[in-house]
């Protein structure tokens, strides 16, 4: 059975076809964790009890739920640069011959509707499909990658153009780690969900104009090579993340970055939409 899977209020949750959630906890009789995390540990637990709640009373519509982000604290946030051939033509850069990995520390995630705290005046957007490890492991093959997936989110990979490029050579890490950098969800759907997990459409607009689309079937290192690549280098653990890298179209690309007020508007078929709204610092904040 299918799942999506989401947090609402910190508090794991089960969503059906139709948007209405349910309460993970109470729809199966203290089974699944009420933490998120801890849920997520139960992939299993989540894909049957999906299968019940057709015709349970829910607990609201998610879309006018507090939503949070579905892995609030994973291990290990993993990112790719240069992912898509028309973003590294865009961006005037040589393709990478391993998949080039950064990390988005996990405290900038944040949930699917929260702003998005402007670092400076080069803020840019970049729309991703976000893997969610289910089962974790070392030396995972291709061939068996997916089996480690637990399911798939929309993700911004936030960057501050500045700082990502302050020192030489470049460090991504911190310029794409600002809090709020992390948006993600608003649900993690299970693989089992998709005709093709390796085919999804991904689009992103500002203040509605599309400004990216291309498919995740044009990933230069697919699923199963990141999977495989990094699981050779270290243990992946389940609630890890990895940003699968952005097409062309980001802001960098025309000079035309994220102002105060701007709405990032993030969408995968099948998954959902990510709305976040762009702010400046509060002074006290500074
Ligand atoms: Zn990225």
Redesign the pocket.
Known sequence: MTFRFANVAGRSALVDSAGRWFDASRVSDGVISVDPMAAWLQVEVLHRVSGTIDNTESDGNLSDADVRPPIPSPRSVF???LNYQSHADESKMKLPNAPLIFTKFPSCLTGPNDPVILGGSTDDY?A?LVVVIGRGGRDIRPKDAWGYVGGLTVGQ?I?DRTLQFAAEPAHFDLGKSRDTYGPIGPVIVSTDSFQDAGDLLLTCEINGERRQEDRTSNLIFDVPTLISYLSGILTLSPGDLI?T??PEGVGAASLRFLSDGDVITTTIEGIGTLKNPCRIPQEAHR
Request: proline share 0%.
């Open positions: 990112a790719v640069g970049e991703e990979d960057s940003f890298g952005t």
